[in-house]
């Protein structure tokens, strides 16, 4: 949608994903599983999908790729603990000093050290991650990555199937874990981190959307999320129906046609709520720069013939919109959903049969008053 000449190079983007994604049985898609990046630079042609979910991240130590690593995520700073009040420490001697330091040091090593005794392979934290952090890290060979966003780490967490921990200690085999592979990567000079996880229900893809401004890149997401969704409604439910307005103004025809067919007074309520579904091609109409009243004469002198005839929007004509080179379909779930709530939406307001007045505030003594008052305004 929105991305005339770009249809072919976007949809199969989103198809690519969505197939990676789709679990065996291919009845549901998550939305979540699909996720975008945008990055500034290159040209669309440039955009890529990638399977896994990609943060845009560099890990902080020198491991730069694991393979079939267990995964912890910390939703905290990873740092030595400092005093919540203060404290006065006397030493005695230069060794005392440097003992306490070595101790808080120790007790440090040994929390990194049980990390990497449990399996652990990648950590994953919040906020700041502390040079002695990084170090041991380093020296237990561990991928280590700060993420900023709360939101991000809790994708990530999903991603790999691990339980955010809150604390400093060692997680449990519940709370880690687990991905296919953990690599470092640059895409266009952007510094990234790729989690690949290969199981059936937690498959993710990542479309990589490569433009020159933020704005064409916003386009280009809102594209790719009516891609994806348009997908997961059709493998909930596969039926098509005529699209560029053929299918409304073929039940425009049909209920003005049943409305002549009724007595009395319903029939101009029946008649009226036919003509209603005509805002859908003459809104196409407009948008395309065509006659509305022309475009919708000619969609009702056709559609008696078939439920295909709609608003060929290339040609500034009513034309086939199904039995042509490309073929313009709507979901069926989507347009029965709109027309049921829409027929809601009219029938709650028709029960309305009360008109709420408003009232001057102040109650009958004030009323009273501002009836006693002189008209020249004058209250002695």
């Not at 199937?161 to 895409?187: C, H, Q, R, S, W």
């Not at 909930?236 to 307005?245: H, I």
């Not at 969609?299 to 439920?307: C, D, I, V």
């Amino acid at each position: 949608s929105k991305q005339f000449g770009l249809e072919d190079l976007v949809g199969g983007l989103i198809t690519k994903a969505c197939l990676h994604t789709l679990p065996k049985n291919g009845k549901k898609l998550n939305v979540d599983n699909v996720r975008v990046q945008k990055i500034l630079g290159g040209g669309i042609q440039d955009s890529e999908v990638i399977q896994g979910m990609v943060v845009l991240k560099m890990c902080l130590t020198s491991v730069h790729r694991v393979e079939k690593a267990k995964v912890a995520v910390f939703n905290t700073n990873i740092e030595m603990n400092q005093g919540e009040t203060k404290g006065t420490v006397l030493f005695k001697s230069a060794d005392e000093l440097e003992q306490y330091s070595k101790s808080e040091e120790a007790q440090f090593e040994k929390f990194i050290k049980g990390l990497a005794e449990a399996g652990v392979q990648v950590v994953v934290c919040t906020g700041s991650m502390s040079e002695m952090a990084i170090h041991f890290c380093e020296k237990y060979k561990l991928m280590a990555i700060r993420i900023m966003s709360k939101f991000e780490m809790k994708r990530i967490g999903r991603a790999v199937g691990a339980t955010p921990i809150v604390n400093l200690t060692t997680p449990t085999p519940d709370e880690l874990g687990y991905a296919d592979e953990v690599k470092f990567t640059e895409i266009s000079s952007q510094k990234c981190t790729v989690f690949r996880r290969d199981d059936d229900d937690n498959k993710m893809a990542t479309i990589v959307l490569r433009g020159s401004t933020t704005h064409y890149l916003d386009d280009l997401e809102r594209a790719v999320d009516d891609g994806v969704n348009a997908i997961k409604v059709l493998c909930r439910d596969p039926k098509l129906v005529p699209g560029a307005g053929a299918t409304e103004i073929h039940l425009a025809k049909k209920i003005q046609d049943y409305a002549k067919t009724q007595p009395g007074l319903d029939q101009y309520a029946i008649e009226r709520f036919g003509q209603a579904l005509e805002i859908i091609p003459r809104t196409i109409a407009e948008n395309a720069g065509l006659k509305p009243e022309q475009v919708v004469a000619d969609l009702y002198a056709k559609t008696g013939e078939s439920n295909v005839w709609g608003i060929d929007v290339n040609a500034g004509t009513v034309g086939d919109v199904v039995n042509c080179e490309r073929p313009v379909l709507d979901c069926w779930d989507t347009k029965s959903w709109a027309l049921k709530l829409c027929v809601d939406a009219v029938l709650t307001i028709l029960k309305v049969d009360q008109i709420i007045m408003s009232k001057p505030a102040g109650g009958p003594n004030a009323q009273a008053a501002k009836a006693a008052r002189r008209p020249d305004g004058y209250d002695g």
